[in-house]
């Protein structure tokens, strides 16, 4: 039986050059997972532009809209969950 393949989360706020490097690695098999779902509290961040143009699925969520970091890490989960992410990266950016 194969094993499923890990999958990411990526959290990334400006111009995604740090989600560049981890989903080139993971695609050159330097890192063996996919990136699932890139989440965003900006919705202006070029990180959502690369993450369109590789076809990478992606969520907004302004932190502004939390009123405390605990909201805002559930608003996180609840945005992810339904990618099913194995782990979440941190890629630069403020959350």
């Given at each position: 039986m194969a094993s499923k393949m890990t999958t990411l989360a990526v959290l990334a706020s400006g111009g995604g050059?740090?989600?560049q490097a981890i989903l080139d690695a993971c695609l050159r098999g330097e890192v063996p997972a996919r990136v699932g779902v890139v989440f965003s509290n900006?919705?202006?961040a070029g990180v959502l532009d690369r993450a369109r143009k590789a076809g990478v699925p992606t969520v907004v969520k302004s932190h502004k809209e939390c009123s405390s970091p605990e909201e805002l890490d559930k608003?996180?989960?609840e945005g992810l969950a339904p990618y099913e992410p194995?782990?979440?990266?941190?890629a630069g950016g403020t959350f």
């Open positions: 050059t740090s989600f900006n919705p202006q608003v996180i989960l194995d782990w979440i990266c941190l």
